[in-house]
């Protein structure tokens, strides 16, 4: 079994991206570049929330040195499936569902 490095997406003819746009181009989170911008002191573009073509270009070559993002609450876990576990909020939600079920039947 060959492990191919991940394709990534074409970079669109536009002067700007924001960065949500870069992390989806160089196929890495905000978290992660957050992280790493912190971690090796510098910052990538004007330090704002727009990058040129030449950042998207210089973040895709570094990528490889980006530590996996991973969540606090969950650690990447993922379910029987492969799907990721649920996060918190997710967590708090269903178990308010279940304290009102059983309210709702002890009340009877």
């Known amino acids: 079994m ?10 669109p003819a536009q002067r700007y991206f924001t ?3 870069l992390c989806r181009l160089a196929d890495i989170s905000a978290e ?3 992280v790493w911008q912190q971690t090796h002191g510098i910052i990538v573009g ?4 727009h990058y040129t073509r030449a ?7 570094l990528r490889d040195s980006f530590t996996p993002y991973i969540d606090s609450f969950t650690r990447n876990q993922v379910d029987a499936d ?12 269903q178990i308010e569902k279940v304290v009102d079920n059983l309210n709702s039947v002890l009340a009877k």
């Open 32 to 34: 992660q570049f957050s």
């Open 2 to 11: 060959e492990n191919k490095p991940k394709q990534l997406l074409p970079i």
């Open 19 to 21: 960065l949500e746009e």
């Open 82 to 93: 492969g799907n990721p576990v649920i996060n918190a909020l997710e967590t708090r939600q």
């Open 55 to 61: 950042d998207v270009i210089k973040v895709r070559q």
């Open 46 to 49: 004007y330090g704002g929330k």
